[in-house]
């Protein structure tokens, strides 16, 4: 490859790496449990605070075991920082999760994902996600 052309290839992957972190914040929020496939890896392996999965099907009873006791889920990414190998990739990101418990109530948690990924056939997917607690508040009234 030229240079060009490496310099376009990684901009893709990067690009392509960043978009999935954005859908697997949108996978949570909004359910989509049935475009697991296209963020995960079949033998995915995810650590958490809840605990640890071991491919997709625990992933989903994992994140539904807890998230499905909200009314509302928003999870915010940011600082992500992309370290691309060859096939395999890592990504860090910070993770502000706004959590509404009810119509007055809502909890905020902080942490870092660390993702690792690995080129497929069908694009990038996540094969390892370990999630670091920062902060959580308790309970907080509604401010708005």
Known sequence: MTGTETLLRELA??????????????WVDEGRYDETDRLFTQDVVVTSPRGEAHGIEQLVDLVRARHDDYARTLHNKSN???EIDGATATVRAHDIA????DD?????????????ARRTDAGWRFD?????????????????
């Open 128 to 144: 390892r996600l370990d999630i670091t607690p920062v902060a959580l508040t308790t309970a907080l009234e509604r401010a708005l």
């Open 13 to 26: 992957d990067r690009a392509e790496l960043s978009d999935l972190v954005a859908r697997h914040s949108l």
């Open 104 to 116: 007055t109530t809502e909890a905020v948690a902080a942490g870092i994902h660390r993702y690792q």
């Open 80 to 82: 992500l920082v992309i």
């Open 98 to 101: 706004v959590f509404v418990i």
